[in-house]
């Protein structure tokens, strides 16, 4: 697991999420991100802006799928 934590406002509430990897999708050319609250796991795609990380929410069922069976792959 990697030990970086990732700033989020929601609701224009900062939160703070533990980082718990990334993943490439070539075929569809995007990339994710996985964060943690201690409790649950939470996914996003994500592009950079100049130096800042932007997230953008996941909607499509078959991206969720290809999370899944990656995260699967890696225990």
Do not use: H, P, Q
């Amino acid at each position: 697991m990697i030990d970086n934590v990732i700033s989020i406002i929601e609701n224009g509430e900062t939160k703070n999420y533990t980082v718990y990897g990334f993943l490439e999708n070539k075929e569809r050319k995007k990339n994710y991100i996985i964060y943690t609250d201690g409790e649950n796991y939470y996914a996003s795609s994500y592009i950079f802006n100049g130096n800042k990380m932007v997230l953008d929410e996941i909607t499509d069922d078959t991206e969720w799928d290809y999370i899944d069976r990656e995260l699967a792959k890696n225990g």
